[in-house]
């Protein structure tokens, strides 16, 4: 089930996208594969704290985030990776690990890798370990207003 803040957001603003339902999944790679997504093409949301505040990195499942470069990206600050224990209660409407990466809704900033920008779809977890939202990039970001970050590490 999509989440119930997603989804009213994305049909308020009569957003074009789809659904896809798969087999439970706990990693953004097991997910591109149940979803039959490349790695490259599966956007992961990967929960920061800089300067102690959570924020979101989207970026394509097949890579892994090198802090230091984001932290160089952004203009320096102090970056780690969020521990669940963090973002539990951030999204309530969400499973632990399912969030979608619209930090609008939940008010945090959101960065993207260039990588993800450069694809003409996005597909993402929609606030399940069983469901994802596949749309356009360009609808993504006029959408999530993500900033733009050039990253590069690959896994």
Known sequence: MLSPRLYHFLDERHAHYATLTHDRT???????????????HFAKTVMLKIDGRLA????????????????RAIGGGDIALAG???????????ELGAMPPFGNLYGMPVYVDERM????????NAGSHTDLVRMPYAEFEQLAKPRQVSLAQVM
């Open 56 to 71: 979101m990195l989207v970026m394509p499942a097949a890579y892994r985030v090198d802090l230091d470069r984001l932290s």
């Open 26 to 40: 706990i990693t953004a790679q097991q997910t591109a594969n149940a979803a039959q997504i490349g790695a490259l």
């Open 84 to 94: 669940e224990s963090d973002f539990r209660d951030a999204f309530p409407d969400c």
């Open 117 to 124: 920008a450069e694809q003409p779809e996005i597909a993402f």
